[in-house]
T-cell receptor
Framework: NAGVTQTPKFRVLKTGQSMTLLCAQD?????MYWYRQDPGMGLRLIHY???????AKGEVPDGYNVSRLKKQNFLLGLESAAPSQTSVYFC?????????????FGPGTRLTVT | LAKTTQPISMDSYEGQEVNITCSHN???????ITWYQQFPSQGPRFIIQ???TKVTNEVASLFIPADRKSSTLSLPRVSLSDTAVYYC??????????FGTGTRLQVFP
């Protein structure tokens, strides 16, 4: 049981390049989330999904797109990277806000846009 | 979603009890209070969650007064490994979590 995994762990992009971050969970969780964390700051919610085939915007969705084609995977895409998107990206999953009501986080992806 | 206010930073020494208070004056009836811990270069980790009164687990205790406008996370006998950022979150039980800037706890030997 690996929990929540993220690919890649590190990435450097040039302005204007595109990339996709992959999040995978093996806990059969319904909910999945993408956050970003800038240095010295708290986490900000980018997008989230409450089930396969669904996505919704969080606090800071601009410049990002997401897809949840399979229940276990949640992809975060940057179509045209900007230096302002330099951050650490965390994925999380939760069984839904039922009895458990807690989120499990991945190890993070450190992205630098030059 | 209810806004939370917590101290930016706190210092403590090993073996002491640490209490971190979070204010959430506009908490709604269906909101729960959840605390997370985050170490450098890691994702946050769930610590404890409660609705009212007191909740205790193997890691911490959570005290919530009757009016629920604040909550206190209590860490008994902290060690150096408890140095981390602690986040207080308030949200409906069926809703997404929004993180604030948290409280940076530094434990000294």
């Amino acid at each position: 049981n690996a929990g929540v995994t993220q690919t890649p762990k590190f990435r450097v992009l040039k302005t204007g390049q595109s990339m996709t971050l992959l999040c995978a969970q093996d806990m059969n969780h319904e909910y999945m989330y993408w956050y970003r964390q800038d240095p010295g700051m708290g986490l900000r919610l980018i997008h989230y999904s409450v089930g396969e085939g669904t996505t919704a915007k969080g606090e800071v969705p601009d410049g990002y797109n997401v897809s949840r084609l399979k229940k276990q995977n949640f992809l975060l895409g940057l179509e045209s990277a900007a230096p302002s998107q330099t951050s650490v990206y965390f994925c999380a999953s939760s069984p839904g806000r039922g009895i458990s009501g807690q989120e499990y986080f991945g190890p993070g992806t450190r992205l630098t846009v030059t | 979603l209810a806004k939370t206010t917590q101290p930016i930073s706190m210092d403590s020494y090993e073996g002491q009890e640490v209490n971190i208070t979070c204010s959430h004056n506009n908490i709604a009836t269906n909101d729960y209070i959840t605390w997370y811990q985050q170490f450098p270069s890691q994702g946050p980790r769930f610590i404890i969650q409660g609705y009212k009164t007191k909740v205790t687990n193997e890691v911490a205790s959570l005290f919530i007064p009757a009016d629920r406008k604040s909550s206190t996370l209590s860490l008994p006998r902290v060690s150096l490994s408890d140095t981390a950022v602690y986040y207080c979150l308030v949200a409906p039980f069926t809703d997404k979590l929004i993180f604030g800037t948290g409280t940076r706890l530094q434990v000294f030997p």
